[in-house]
């Protein structure tokens, strides 16, 4: 029901787009957040965005990544400006019903790569 796209290698200092696209739910009643996980490391939150539109992020990509959401396509892009080796990484979607404290529904993950 969540579909992530959008990864890819880049330089550092380049910009990557993914885009989370949602089917077979209720878009409107959904936090949506993305997440990204290193092999052998906790996954970490990058960015949320509630049903209401506000944005939160992580402190490590304030001022670099953007999430936004289109409620008519059902799409959360996440805009990823400035990219840093760091940011390498697998990157998911995640939908939480009514911003609850747990996600239900998990896109596929689509590798981020930056190199230096």
């Known amino acids: 029901q969540l579909q992530a796209s959008g990864g890819g290698l880049v330089q550092a200092g380049g910009s990557l787009r993914l885009s989370c696209v949602a089917s077979?739910?209720?878009?409107?009643?959904?936090?949506i957040g993305w997440f990204r996980q290193v092999s052998g490391k906790v996954r970490e939150a990058v960015a949320c965005i509630t049903k209401d539109g506000a944005t939160y992020y992580d402190d490590s990509v304030k001022g670099r990544f953007t999430i936004s959401s289109d409620h008519a396509k059902m799409t959360v892009p996440l805009q990823m400006d400035s990219l840093k080796p760091e940011d390498t990484a697998v990157y998911y979607c995640?939908?939480?019903?009514?911003?609850?404290?747990?996600?239900?529904?998990w896109g596929q993950g689509t590798v981020v790569t930056v190199s230096s």
């Open positions: 077979g739910l209720s878009f409107d009643d959904y936090a």
């Open positions: 995640a939908a939480s019903f009514l911003g609850g404290a747990s996600y239900d529904y």
